[in-house]
């Protein structure tokens, strides 16, 4: 150990996140609409005292350098994550905790400030989003730190394109985007979009899909848990239990073979697109799967748009980051080397105590090329630093 976590590799995560506390999504909002916005916690006790929990901790720590010591040697442990962790919202806790990481950089996505702007009204909904997307451009201030900002398409070009403006304008890395159409829009890949993705290609910033971004879309029938047993779990953004996790790369799979069939792909060849915490296991046989589609559609839909094999599209254009404790190894060598790339989804539990342990478990027969690409140039090629 050279005294970070990263050691000896040069990393580039592609997925780490924010811990907003109360407050923080209003206090970046017009005063005209903050009312609208809901409080974070408000309507679930449990959270809410989480929260408090957390802040009186924050609070403590702050005023005393030896819990600030004590914070900073268990900073990767289950309990210092969440809303406990080092840097969840503070920015010079978060450069110290980029210290002891090690990274080279962060992309920054929200947490629970999403689900608040979810839940605002329409009506005001996109000040929420520019709230939103504000706070996490001014939580970027350490030059590790790069910024996300939420395009939501469900409100028409007119108002992404100012999103992707604002964006531009404020340096920011990746473009999270919905990866399901809001139920009163167009799809995504409708030809009134195509001046959105030609300007997130103009921009040289990446599109993003995430867990959670998914407009409420839930790829498992509720009726599937009136099973007679017990499924609870701990509060999170990603499932927490194991038949929902077997579906989390549903919603990304329909976005990328919508993107693919549709022509997207084809018209706009230089878009970088990630996909963040929806598993990468699907990801090889998605990619004959998507071919699979083509082959025995093409003589019944009008696909001669398409110029190449749907798989070569993706293989273009597309880099997955695993779930810590996925075969990496395995979907590595059954896809390409040059699609999947590293991400602590740091402070947030799914990214567990030790992800760089988790993942060389399975990559020990790989190539050093093959950790490199991984930890640096992939994730690097698709933030286009």
């Known amino acids: 150990m050279t005294g970070t976590y990263a050691a000896d590799r040069r990393i580039v995560d592609v997925d780490a996140h924010i811990l907003e506390p109360k407050g923080w999504l209003r206090s970046y909002a017009p005063t005209s609409v903050r009312e609208q916005i809901p409080e974070l916690g408000q309507g679930d006790r449990k959270f809410d005292e989480l929260l408090d929990e957390s802040f009186r901790d924050y609070s403590m720590r702050i005023a005393d350098a030896r819990l600030q010591d004590e914070l900073a040697r268990d900073f990767m442990t289950i309990r210092r994550k969440g809303w406990m962790s080092l840097g969840g919202w503070d920015i010079n806790e978060r450069t110290r905790a980029l210290d002891l990481l090690g990274f080279e950089c962060q992309l920054i996505f929200p947490t629970g400030s999403f689900e608040q702007l979810m839940s605002t009204p329409v009506s005001v909904r996109p000040e929420a989003v520019r709230a939103m997307n504000r706070g996490i451009i001014d939580f970027c201030q350490d030059p590790r730190l790069m910024a996300s900002a939420y395009v939501p398409f469900e409100f028409g070009p007119a108002i992404a394109l100012e999103l992707i403006a604002e964006a531009v304008r404020n340096n920011v890395r990746g473009i999270l985007i919905d990866s399901i159409p809001a139920s009163l829009q167009h799809s995504l890949t409708h030809p009134d979009f195509d001046v959105v993705w030609a300007a997130i290609q103009d921009s040289d910033i990446a599109v993003f899909l995430h867990v959670g971004a998914d407009q409420n879309y839930r790829p498992v029938p509720p009726a599937f848990f009136d099973n007679g047993r017990d499924m609870r779990h701990f509060r999170s953004d990603a499932p927490g239990d194991p038949l929902s996790y077997m579906a989390i790369g549903y919603p990304a799979e329909l976005f990328l073979a919508s993107l693919v069939y549709d022509g997207v792909l084809e018209k706009f060849p230089k878009l970088r697109i990630g996909i963040t915490e929806l598993g990468a296991t699907w990801l090889p046989s998605f990619l004959h799967f998507i071919d699979t589609g083509f082959k025995a559609f093409k003589n019944i839909q009008d696909l001669s748009h398409l110029?190449?094999?749907?798989?070569?599209?993706?293989?273009?254009?597309?880099?997955?980051?695993?779930?810590?404790?996925?075969?990496?190894?395995?979907?590595?060598?059954?896809?390409?080397?040059?699609?999947?790339?590293?991400?602590?989804?740091?402070p947030h539990h799914e990214g567990t105590d030790d992800p760089i342990r988790r993942f060389e478990a399975s990559m020990e027969a790989l190539e050093c090329s093959v950790f490199d690409a991984f930890y640096f140039a992939n994730g690097a090629r698709l933030l286009g630093l």
């Not at 094999?309 to 075969?327: C, I, N, T």
């Open 307 to 346: 110029t190449m094999k749907p798989s070569d599209y993706l293989r273009r254009q597309v880099v997955v980051s695993p779930f810590a404790g996925e075969d990496v190894g395995w979907v590595i060598q059954q896809s390409a080397q040059h699609m999947v790339a590293f991400s602590s989804d740091y």
